[in-house]
């Protein structure tokens, strides 16, 4: 670091200085984290919009550090940044596999089981066949798996290698759904390069529905555009009746929010499935 110079406030700027050292707090936490097995998660599901029928859990990635849960938006990103996402994500599949399997085996029918994969995971050398292993050994179809990625894991360095993962699990029957959809600035073109068979809309297009017009008429279009390339569409953040409602007119497929549910562990998702279930 330079001593003096023109850069040199940059030091003594109070908010840079708690982002830095926010980030190297985040960063041992990640590293006691991963040495005591703390990462932990949870599951979201998401149901038909038409019948309200279960249609499957997403699997979220949750971390408590002394009692403070820390959001996935700040740790994944450093933890990608870091390297780190690889040995994190391969935690979280094991127990989300384990978790899934579990249900199974109680004889509930959890059906479909999302996990988001960072484009570094896709690098990991074996890859698709440590999830090919998971699905034999917790007895889960391959149709029942879904991948989802972001536009973000589409670009950039790994592109061949996300591409070619993804075709290949695809060739097994798993399912790959494009994530934060409409988000990104070429949404469009990864539909015609990507072979993917969903797409998940954000929840900053849904919040605003019952009163934002250009949030309606943007839904509408991707849903539209989705139906036209025959792909399912996924609604994420849904939290009202009325955001139920016009998804449902619009023709979407899948809903997904609080108005369903937050996200559960193992537990509430099997009561979720079956009320009557003891534990
Ligand atoms: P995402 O994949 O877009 O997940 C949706 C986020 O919206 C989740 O936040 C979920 O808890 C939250 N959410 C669900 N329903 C509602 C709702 O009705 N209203 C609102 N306002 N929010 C809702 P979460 O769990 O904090 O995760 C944030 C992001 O972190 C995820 O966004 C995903 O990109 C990433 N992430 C989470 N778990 C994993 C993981 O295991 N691996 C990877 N690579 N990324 C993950
Ligand atoms: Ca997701
Ligand atoms: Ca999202
Ligand atoms: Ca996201």
Request: glycine share 8%; proline share 5%.
């Amino acid at each position: 670091a330079k001593r003096d110079g023109r850069n040199q406030w940059c030091f003594f700027d109070p908010q840079v200085r708690r982002r830095l050292e926010y980030r190297n707090h985040l960063k041992a936490v990640l590293l006691h984290a991963l040495d005591n097995d703390r990462f932990d998660i949870t599951l979201q599901p998401y149901c038909c919009v038409r019948t309200g029928a279960h249609r499957g859990f997403e699997v979220l990635a949750r971390l408590d550090h002394d009692g403070v849960p820390v959001p996935p938006d700040s740790f994944i990103p450093l933890a990608e940044e870091l390297g780190l996402m690889s040995r994190i994500g391969r935690i979280l599949r094991a127990k989300a596999f384990e978790a899934h399997g579990r249900m199974i085996e109680m004889g509930l029918r959890p059906r479909e089981l999302a996990i988001n994969v960072a484009a570094q995971e896709f690098r990991e050398p074996a890859f698709v066949e440590t999830l090919q292993a998971l699905l034999r050994e917790h007895h889960i179809s391959p149709g029942d798996l879904v991948i989802e990625i972001t536009e973000t894991a589409l670009i950039g360095r790994s592109t061949d290698t996300v591409a070619k993962a993804l075709h290949r699990l695809q060739r097994t029957g798993v399912q790959v759904a494009l994530d934060d959809f409409g988000t990104g600035f070429s949404s469009l073109s990864h539909l015609k390069d990507f072979s993917v068979n969903k797409i998940k809309i954000d929840k900053s297009f849904i919040g605003d529905l019952e009163d934002d017009e250009g949030d309606r008429a943007l839904v509408d279009g991707l849903i539209m555009l989705a139906g036209r390339l025959g792909l399912s569409v996924v609604a994420e953040g849904v939290e009202t009746v009325a955001q139920m409602k016009y998804l449902g007119v619009a023709g979407c497929h899948y809903l997904q929010g609080f108005a369903l549910s937050p996200p559960l562990s193992l537990e509430a998702a099997v009561r979720f499935l079956d009320p009557r279930h003891e534990p």
